[in-house]
């Protein structure tokens, strides 16, 4: 082994590392690697950056325009509800009609947009029959990985595999080259599916009708259970307060649905609605986690401890922080920069907009520049210096920040009764900082004092805390003491749930910029006017402190709003609706131009007169010419994560050919199968490829997979055809895990999926698709000695 064939498989080695933790996005890593590359110059320039101009590449990202445009015009959604009449409602023959149609139309478009396109058609036609969606939406996402089998342009591996031929030298796949073997193994795998796989798929009896009516979207996320009622009193603390200054949702998880008020109810009142005494508060979410909050009304404000206060201030520093360009936490909210496990200090204040925001700091995405508050012991303060996330960090002295933080009149001292129910209860449970902006800075408890406590203190009977925040807010807190809670509110929530109020079911696009924000940031009640009431993921609900949880591709989201809000999403990219709500059908004036343009491209490429880079981008171009999608809509149709990994791996590939890397690896692979001939050497490579989809992306794979598939069949003296026909089926039949594929993500909450679920139908679908592949390949695709 040579020290560059060393160096390409360390860096293989790496990426594969990454690709698996998923430490750093999958797309950055692809760059990573071309730059790792590119600086030990194991590749030219050149070679670095070709893999952006790569015909495949392009005509990947030209695909995406076209499929945006099909789905735009409604050509795919006419065919999809269409086809769905012929299915009745037995369920057999509904799984059948339901992959025909997606493996036909992933044929010739993208597939995850083939799935996202008949998700909202599934889950209507489940709700119509009283089939549970569980029991279709697999067999759909496993029916667009069967169809993209069957043409070069039906997924990027074929695509790949496809060029990788014409790179070295060796006839490249036709548009229609994989149809003969990708045909067969979709009827197989349709009909296994139909017959013997639906055996498998689980069948839940809480979602068999979940999107069949208001009731039982309320059921499968049990809001019933989690809703009450909360009671202003007549002489409440509470009285002439906003709801926003009151914090009832925002301190304990709450959805407020509405406000009662002399037997008229408002729902989803605004933040600047006034309580009134009498009122009544309409509130989802955890009685437990309200009555929590309400046990820190017992704190006693001690008016005067200036020896306290004094004894604090010689440990205790502030100063002010710029944060640096090119710093990780540019963009994260304050209350997930984590500061204090950081850097062991606490954030109390930002500078912006000519002015310093001392409250409400925890939702605040940070920039570049922001100048921060902080508070920490006076060593931890010095040694602020040495991170490279801040460019200077100042010490400010008393005088300034009591003119310009007001520090003195924010601190104040309280104390626990020495029977308060907060006794023995840790200071990360209260929610203090995150909801009033209180922070307690020192715990003067047996004459000892613990300055700047970490969440997990104890607090304990007759404690002293010094707090820095706002007196009012304490009295705030004492008035949520004062609200009384009342569980029995069926005939109000009856009142509410027919005309008002709405509940939607909805899930990410794939492609949804929303992915990986928390809920919380994303505030959906000042962003859309509603409220998300739960999250279904996994198999289950997670209804439980929402602000903080992060959502993802595959999460099914239950929306509750007035209805005309709520029909306003069916427009927003970033969602897929599954509750019908009267929402209007696509526009399809221009249908029959979008499918002559694609035929168009299609039938050009099969009479040669352009390749099929060309092709998709003219008829891409065309399309938006033609008005059958904006510019706009053409970008953000685009997958780019997809298409910088696929340009970033291409130069692996490039340099484990050119040093040898491939031709090492391939010669594992014959050590360890050679003697057994070429075909147990195909079948090894194919099971090889089959598995990595589980842990690496199919494109990725497909570049590192071809070099060896390339060496292996010429040391055998034989064209690669064959070998690079079966990688490319193994890598595009990627059924075994919700993470081989977007398209597998994306009905996993919809559907109610558990990961066992895709193991339970998907492996033994592999396995029947492994033997078609080995039995066909020696009839369609025979291996042919390479000529001497």
């Known amino acids: 082994m040579t020290f560059e064939i060393g160096l390409v498989l360390g860096i293989l080695t790496i990426s594969l590392i990454l690709f698996v933790s998923e430490v750093i996005r999958m797309d950055l890593v692809a760059l990573l690697v071309l730059c790792a590359l590119a600086v030990s110059g194991l590749v030219t320039t050149n070679e670095a950056f070709a893999g952006f101009s790569n015909s495949a590449v392009i005509t990947v990202w030209a695909m995406f325009i076209l499929s945006e445009g099909l789905t735009r015009t409604g050509i795919a959604d006419i065919i999809g509800r269409q086809v769905m009449r012929l299915a009745g409602r037995r369920e057999i023959a509904m799984i059948m009609v339901i992959m025909i149609t997606a493996a036909v139309l992933s044929a010739f478009m993208n597939n995850i947009g083939v799935a996202a396109l008949m998700l909202p058609v599934v889950i209507e036609v489940a709700r119509r029959t009283r089939i549970s969606p569980s029991r279709l939406l697999l067999p759909l996402a496993y029916a667009t990985l069967l ?84 009671r202003v009193p007549m002489d409440s603390i509470l009285v002439g307060k906003t709801l926003g200054e009151t914090r009832i949702g925002s301190s304990t998880g709450l959805i407020i649905l509405a406000l009662i008020r002399f037997g008229r109810s408002e729902t989803l009142p605004s933040r600047q609605t006034v309580l009134r005494g009498g009122d009544g508060i309409l509130v989802q979410g955890r009685v437990d986690q309200f009555k929590e909050l309400q046990r820190w009304s017992d704190l006693v404000i001690e008016r005067e401890a200036p020896v306290l206060k004094s004894m604090v201030a010689a440990k205790v520093a502030y100063a002010e922080v710029t944060l640096a360009e090119g710093s990780p936490l540019i963009g994260e909210l304050v209350r997930h920069a984590h500061f204090r496990s950081r850097f062991n200090v606490s954030v109390v204040g930002l500078f912006r907009r000519n002015n ?57 001292v309280v104390r626990l009764p020495k029977y308060s129910d907060l006794a023995e209860a840790t200071l990360e449970k209260s929610r203090l900082a995150d909801v009033f902006d209180f922070r307690v800075v020192a715990i003067f408890r047996d004459g000892k004092l613990n300055v700047m406590p970490r969440g997990g203190e104890v607090l304990e009977g007759g404690d002293l805390l010094l707090i820095e925040g706002q007196h009012e807010d304490l009295d705030v807190l004492r008035g949520l003491q004062e609200l009384e809670v009342e569980t029995k509110v069926a005939p109000n929530l009856g009142a509410l749930k027919s005309d008002r109020l709405t509940l939607m079911d909805a899930t990410l696009d794939p492609r949804s910029t929303l992915a990986g924000r928390t809920v919380g940031e994303l505030n959906f009640r000042e962003r859309y006017g509603i409220e998300l009431a739960g999250i279904w993921r996994e198999g289950g609900p997670i209804g439980d402190d929402l602000a903080n949880e992060r959502l993802q591709v595959g999460d099914a989201l239950l929306l509750l709003g007035p209805h005309d809000r709520l029909q306003l999403l069916s427009n927003d990219s970033d969602f897929l609706i599954l509750t019908p709500l009267g929402q209007k059908p696509p526009n399809t004036q221009r249908a029959p131009l979008a499918a002559l343009i694609m035929l168009a491209v299609v039938l050009s490429v099969m009479a040669g007169y352009a390749p099929i880079a060309i092709a998709a981008v003219v008829g891409g171009s065309i399309m938006v010419l033609t008005g059958c999608l904006t510019m706009e809509q053409a970008y953000r149709a685009i997958d780019w994560r997809a298409i910088f990994l696929i340009a970033g791996m291409l130069p692996l590939g490039t340099a484990m050919q050119d040093t040898g890397a491939a031709s090492y690896l391939a010669d594992q692979v014959m050590l360890l199968l050679g003697d057994a001939g070429p075909w147990p050497v195909i079948a090894g490579l194919y099971v090889l490829t089959a598995m990595a989809t589980m842990i690496i992306p199919t494109a990725a794979l ?87």
């Open 147 to 230: 169809g993209g089998l069957m043409t070069q342009i039906g997924t990027p591996p074929n695509l790949l595999i496809s060029e990788m031929m014409t790179q070295n030298g060796h006839r490249t796949f036709g548009l229609f080259d994989f149809m003969p073997i990708g045909s067969v193994i979709m009827v197989v795998g349709v009909i296994f599916v139909a017959f013997i796989g639906r055996f498998m798929l689980p069948k839940r009896k809480s979602d068999r009708s979940q999107h069949h009516s208001q009731r039982s979207l309320r059921n499968r996320y049990k809001l019933q259970e989690r809703t009450f009622l909360l």
């Open 356 to 412: 310093y925001r001392l409250t409400n700091l925890a939702y605040v995405p940070l920039r570049a520049g922001d100048r921060i508050l902080v508070q920490g012991e006076v060593e931890d303060i010095e040694d602020l210096d040495r991170f490279a996330d801040f460019d200077n960090a100042v010490l400010l002295a008393n005088e300034t920040l009591k003119e310009q933080y007001n520090t003195e009149e924010r601190m104040f």
């Open 702 to 788: 497909v570049v590192l997979m071809s070099p060896i598939v390339l060496s292996a069949m010429s040391d055998m003296g034989y064209s690669p055809e064959t070998a690079m026909m079966a990688v490319a089926m193994a890598a595009s039949a990627s059924f075994t895990s919700p993470i081989s594929h977007p398209a597998n993500i994306l009905v996993m909450g919809p559907g109610g999926y558990r990961f066992v679920d895709y193991i339970k139908v998907g492996v033994p679908l592999t396995i029947v698709v492994f033997i078609t592949v080995m039995v066909l390949l020696p009839i369609l695709w025979p291996l042919t000695p390479i000529s001497p």
